[in-house]
DNA sequence: CGTCTTGGTAAGTCATGGCTTACGGTAAGT
DNA sequence: ACTTACCGTAAGCCATGACTTACCAAGACG
């Protein structure tokens, strides 16, 4: 599985997309997100594992305590991606309205 | 559930990522999107149903066909969704690193 | 009309994924 | 050294979701 099928997949689930929204506001410890969901800390610490295996967020250790924050190397990853695809979607569009005026009628003949 | 809900949760399927990647070469009936795919016509079926709830895709009747094509709608609303969550993620960034340099020595004291 | 093509839906199966509790392991504080 | 705080992992449960086959509705076409 590709970091982009791993991202994908990662931003599938609700409760990931939120931690992604809470880490904008800098690092913060597991029991820190824990804390801001209805769910157990295991469950979290869970959905970190996902998170960081397809590089959305990285840790880095502080005494007895992790500190989750944002990977910028998936974020900018998954931001090109979307970039890219919408630009050929765009220019899809484009030729399929400048499409050789197939039956194109104003009022009825 | 929210379109974005939907539409994130569209994206964490490979297949449904696929099928929007070959609705960039313009409309296709699902016979011909399932002749891409290693599953059966019914899937795809399923797979095209999800989409078009995410407002991923619009479906448009052509004689006994129905042709597929991508829904300019959600793709813009995950497009600015992800152009906004990384714009902030960078002003976090540019904040950390510009924090009033703490503990920041250069060689060993 | 009858038939063939096209495709949506129902029902059932099976794997996956998100959750919980229980446990273990490391660093800090006394 | 003993205890406490913090957190990752294992094991098990259960809902969800992706797939299949079977069936049915509707337009094209002889």
């Known amino acids: 599985m590709t970091y982009q099928d791993a991202s994908f997949a990662a931003l599938g689930d609700p409760t990931r997309r939120q931690i992604l929204l809470l ?7 597991v029991g820190t997100i824990a804390g801001r969901f209805p769910v157990s800390r295991p469950a979290i610490s869970q959905h970190l594992k996902v998170l960081k295996d ?7 250790p502080a005494g007895t305590r992790r500190l989750y924050e944002l990977d910028p190397r998936g ?12 630009n050929e979607a765009l220019l899809a569009f484009k030729a399929e309205v400048e499409r050789p005026t197939r039956a194109r009628r104003r009022r009825t003949p």
């Open 54 to 60: 397809a590089q959305l967020v990285v840790v880095r």
């Open 75 to 86: 974020l900018a990853a998954l931001r090109a991606f979307f970039e890219q695809f919408w």
């Open 23 to 29: 880490l904008r506001d800098g690092p913060a410890p």
